[in-house]
């Protein structure tokens, strides 16, 4: 069996198994969310999906390790090492958070410590080949500490929230973290001109959050018998994580994750013009405004997955930097123009 191979039959099966142990053990601690507010859920339903996920997810990764599988980056083990640490400690304080409900600031302080604990693990965008110039991959642009440090803070914490927005309908964060997990594990094994080796011990990270999010997928879509609770901020900080890891492919994660990450820059500058606070819930989220327009869950979710699998597709077939550049700009503005279309019609609406 190949160490890939195994790698996510480790991480599936985990899931698989240690899911639907999480909706009893979710219901005895009272983690759990009930009908009413954004979820339109019928019954009570264990919001302890988390746990299954990260025990999945870094079991797997730790068992990669030991399949020999050549490493091209010395600085490898830190940065792993740095991914399940920092990973750990989102995930305890999630449980923490959908035990207690702490405050909405709690959040905001654990994202910064997580972020942080990925920038002492090296876990930054230190370099990156620039879109404007057509420098070969060993002569990339290299920012100094004052520079990657905040955008490092901004990316970490961005991708955290991102995700952790995306998740209002069931299955649409876990569904796409897995579309995101398959299109960077084929970014990271092939060959290119800016990456002239496959980063195979990197490769396995990816495919180990495949495996369990495709285990944890059945328990997740429309009806959820399990949800995501804290397990959508373990999400984020793997993918933002991964994104790094796998030599800076930011561009990559843009693209993938391109309509989230709008939504999300969306709601937070409407939000501040209506006087409103950016971290309050509410149901003005592309998905809730695409479900109050009538469409399905199941509809809206495959909407999803489709564009999230189109985007990365792009990504994958795209090889200029520049001609991906003004793909993410096009995608980008269409994107914007529809939730512009969707705002104006719910103002409209009286909404």
């Keep these: 069996m190949t160490p890939f191979l195994l790698t996510f039959l480790i991480a599936f099966v985990l899931a698989l198994v240690l899911t639907p142990l999480a909706r009893p053990l979710g219901l005895r601690l009272g983690m759990v969310d009930r009908p009413g507010g954004r979820r339109q859920h019928g019954g009570i339903v264990s919001r302890l999906g988390a746990l299954p996920l990260f025990v999945a997810f870094s079991v797997a990764a730790l068992a990669s390790r030991a399949l020999g599988v050549p490493s091209l980056d010395p600085q490898e083990p830190i940065r792993v090492a740095g991914l399940l640490i920092g990973g750990a400690f989102v995930c305890v304080y999630g449980l923490i958070d959908d035990r207690f409900d702490l405050k909405p600031g709690w959040q905001f302080?654990?994202?910064l410590a997580a972020a942080l604990?990925?920038?002492a693990a090296l876990i930054?965008?230190?370099r990156f080949n620039s879109p404007l110039s057509n420098q070969p991959a060993n002569q990339p642009v290299i920012l100094q500490p004052w520079q990657y440090i905040p955008l490092t803070l901004f990316w970490?914490?961005?991708?955290m929230n991102t995700v952790n927005w995306l998740d209002g309908l069931d299955?649409?964060?876990i569904g796409v973290a897995a579309i995101f997990s398959a299109i960077v594990f084929v970014a990271m094994?092939?060959?290119t001109p800016d990456q002239p080796q496959p980063q195979l011990s990197i490769a396995l990270l990816p495919l180990a959050l495949l495996g369990a999010t495709l285990g944890f997928l059945p328990f997740n879509t429309?009806?959820?018998?399990v949800f995501l609770g804290s397990g959508a901020l373990f999400l984020g900080y793997v993918l933002a994580s991964l994104g790094i890891i796998g030599g800076a492919k930011v561009a990559t994660v843009l693209l993938i994750l391109a309509v989230p990450i709008l939504d999300v820059a969306w709601l937070i500058i409407s939000r501040l013009r209506r006087g409103q606070s950016p971290t309050r819930g509410g149901r003005d989220h592309l998905h809730f405004r695409l479900l109050d327009l009538g469409l399905s869950q199941r509809t809206i979710v495959s909407l999803y997955y489709a564009v999230c699998a189109l985007f990365g597709t792009l990504s994958l077939v795209i090889e200029g930097r520049l001609i991906k550049l003004i793909t993410m700009g096009l995608l980008g503005s269409v994107i914007l123009a529809l939730l512009a279309l969707l705002s104006r019609k719910a103002v409209n609406n009286g909404e």
């Design 124 to 126: 930054i965008i230190e």
């Design 117 to 119: 604990i990925a920038i």
């Design 171 to 173: 299955g649409l964060a």
């Design 189 to 191: 094994i092939r060959v």
């Design 109 to 111: 302080v654990a994202q």
């Design 156 to 159: 970490m914490m961005g991708m």
């Design 222 to 225: 429309y009806p959820a018998r």
